[in-house]
C-alpha cells in the first residue's frame, strides 16, 4: 500500500486517533481540542482518512467505530523518508550534521548507540576534524597582520634562537 501524504488537520485527527487506538466520532469531537472545527468538517475529514486507507471504519448499530490501519510509527518513517528525499537530498549524515550544528543532539547523546568506545573516539575525531577546519576558516576569513610586523617577529626569533 503507498501512503499518501497527510494535510495538518488531517494529520491532527490521526494524532487524536492514534493515542486513542479506536475512536467513535462524538469521542473524537469530545477530545479535539479548541477551536473545534464544525462536526461537518471533522467528519469529511474522517471520510478523507477512509479513502486515503488510514482509518477503517467498523457500523455498530447507528455509529461508526474508527480505527487506524496505518500505525503512528509507519507514518513517522513515512514522513521522515519524504522529508529526507526533500530537504536533505536523502542523506541522513546531512540531517544528523545540520541536528548538532544547532545543538539539537549533543555528542553524549550517541553513547546510547554505540557500544565501545572506539565509534565513540571516531565521532569525536569528526568533531575536533570540524573544529580544525572551523579555525582554519577564521584564520583565513579573520584580520590580515601587517607584512612588517610578521618579518619582525621572525628575525626576533631567528635571533634569540642563535
Known amino acids: 500500500m503507498m501512503l499518501q501524504t497527510l494535510t495538518p488537520s488531517e494529520e491532527e485527527i490521526m494524532q487524536l486517533i492514534w493515542h486513542k487506538g479506536q475512536i467513535y466520532f462524538r469521542e473524537l469531537m469530545d477530545i479535539y481540542p479548541e477551536p473545534k472545527p464544525h462536526q461537518n468538517t471533522v467528519s469529511t475529514f474522517l471520510k478523507i482518512l477512509v479513502d486515503k486507507d488510514y482509518l477503517s471504519t467498523e457500523k455498530q448499530g447507528r455509529i461508526y467505530l474508527y480505527t487506524p490501519t496505518i500505525g503512528f510509527n509507519d507514518y513517522k518513517n513515512f514522513v521522515l523518508k519524504r522529508f529526507l528525499e526533500t530537504y536533505f537530498d536523502n542523506s541522513g549524515s546531512e540531517l544528523l550534521k545540520v541536528l548538532v ?40 576569513t579573520g584580520e590580515k597582520k601587517s607584512k612588517k ?14
Not at 539539537?104 to 568533531?127: L, Y
Not at 610586523?149 to 642563535?162: I, T
Request: net charge positive; glycine share 4%; proline share 0%.
Open 101 to 140: 550544528e544547532e545543538k539539537f543532539v549533543k555528542s553524549k547523546d550517541f553513547d546510547q548507540f554505540f557500544e565501545g568506545k572506539t565509534k565513540e573516539a571516531s565521532f569525536k575525531e569528526n568533531i575536533e576534524e570540524d573544529s580544525h577546519i572551523q579555525d582554519f576558516i577564521k584564520e583565513i
Open 149 to 162: 610586523k610578521d618579518k619582525k617577529e621572525k628575525k626576533k626569533g631567528k635571533k634569540k634562537s642563535k
